[in-house]
C-alpha cells in the first residue's frame, strides 16, 4: 500500500492550518472491550485513516506549520508478547519511513510532547473520541479541553462559524473529505460492484419461508469474500411491517407470502461506503397495490434526481421529493388539502419522516460540508414511503407497506453518475431479478481447487 495519498492530503491540511493559525491533533480510534477479553471489531477512525492510511488504535497525529518537524505521529511500541496475542505493530522505529512522517513517538509521550509541539501556533484544532484514554491519569479529551481552556486565543472565528478555545477539525477537513479522488472513487466504485451481487443475490433467494437472517448472512457473505471489504453499517434485512422500523436491525424474522421485503445494505471496500436501499416482493411478483406505491416512490426519487446538480442547494432536493410523495398521498386520499397546505402543516411526515439524503464516502452518513452540491461530492437520493399498519386513514390495501429506493450518485460538472445505476429498480427489472439464479450471484461456490 502507498502512503503518498495520505502525505499528500497532510500537506494540504498543513497549508490550511497555516492560514488558520492552528495545530491540529487527531487521534486513531480505540479498542472498545466487548468483554473479559474479547473486543469488538476494531474499525480505524475515518479522518485519521484519511490522513495516515495507518490502521492501529491508540495513536495520535499532530500537525502543526509553525515548526520544522510538522507531522508527528505517537504510536504503540513494539511488544513481542501482546503481538504474539492481538497481531502485529509498526512500533515507533518504523513509522517515520513507512508513513513518511517527521518523527515518532510512542504513545506514553504525548502528554510530555504536546506543549512544545504545539508551539507557535495560536489555536488548536482537534478530533478526538471521547472516551480515548490517554493513560490512566485522562481521557485524550478532557486533556486537550484542559490545555485549550488555559491556552491565549479563548475565542476566534472561522469562516462564519464562531468557535471558542479551538477549530473544529471537522471544518476544516471537510472541505477535503467531501471532495472525492480518483483513488477514492476507485473504492466507491468497488463498493458498489459488490453491492450490487449482494442486493442481486438477495432478490434471487427471497421467498415466502427465507429467514430475514438468511438473507443477512447471504449478503454479508459476498462482501467478506471481496478483499479489503466488509459491511457499511449494521444491514437492515426487513420483511413487511418491519420495513417500517426504519432501523430494523433485528433481522430474525421469516419473509411472508404477498409481502414485500426491504433491505438497506451496502458493502464498504477499503474503508469507501455504498448505501444501497431496494424494497421488492418476496414471491417476486408486485401486487397492485405496492406497485402504487413503489412507482410514487419511484417518480420522488426521479425528480429529485434533478436537483442533484453542483451549485443547488441540498436541502432543495429533500423538498422536491416531499412535493412527489405528498402529491401520491393526496392522490391516493391519504392525505387531504393540496400539496403546498401539506408541506406547510409537515402532516405527511408521519408517512416520510427522514430526510432524502446525505454524504456519503468514509462514512455511510459522511461529514458535512456546506450547504450545496459541488462537483466531486458524493450523495444518497433515498426517498420512502411508510403506511402505518393502524393507520385508518390509509385505505386497507396499502397499510403495513414501507418502501424506500437508495441510489448513491457523484456530482459532476453539470449533474450526476448513478453510481448504483446496475442495481435492478425499475419494476420489471426487479421482477426479472427476483427470478434469477442466485448461484451466479455467490462467488465462494466456485470450487477453488
Ligand atoms: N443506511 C442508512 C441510511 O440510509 O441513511
Ligand atoms: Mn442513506
Ligand atoms: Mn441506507
Known sequence: MSFEIHKKRREKLLEILEKCEA????ASAFEVKRNHDVDYPFRQDSSFHYLTGFDEPDSILVLNPFEQKRETLFLRERDPKMEL????????????????????FKI????????????????????????????????????IQSKINTSRNRSMKLGSVAVSGSLEIKELLSGMRAFKDDSELASLQQAQVVTNMAHRAAMAYSAPGVGEHQLLALMESVYHFHQDCGTAYNSIVAGGENALILHYVDNNCQLSEGDLLLIDSGAESSYYAADITRTFPVNGVFTPAQKRIYEIVLEAQKKSCEHIRPGLLRADFHTVACEVLVQGLIDLKILKGSVSENMDTGEFKKYYPHGTGHLLGLDVHDIVHGLHFEKGMVTTNEPGLYLPADDENVPAEFRGIGIRIEDNYILTDDGHENLSVSIPKEIEEVENACRDDFRKFLPYITDPR
Request: charged share 30%; proline share 0%; net charge negative.
Open 108 to 143: 506514553e509521550l504525548f502528554e510530555e510532547k504536546l506543549s512544545t509541539l504545539t508551539s507557535g501556533a495560536s489555536k488548536w484544532s482537534y478530533d478526538l473520541a471521547s472516551d480515548f484514554t490517554l493513560s490512566s491519569k485522562h481521557k485524550l479529551c478532557d486533556f
Open 85 to 104: 496475542w492481538t497481531g502485529r505493530r509498526l512500533g515507533v522505529d518504523k513509522a517515520c519511513e513507512k508513513l513518511s512522517m517527521d518523527q515518532s
Open 23 to 26: 495545530v491540529a491533533i487527531i
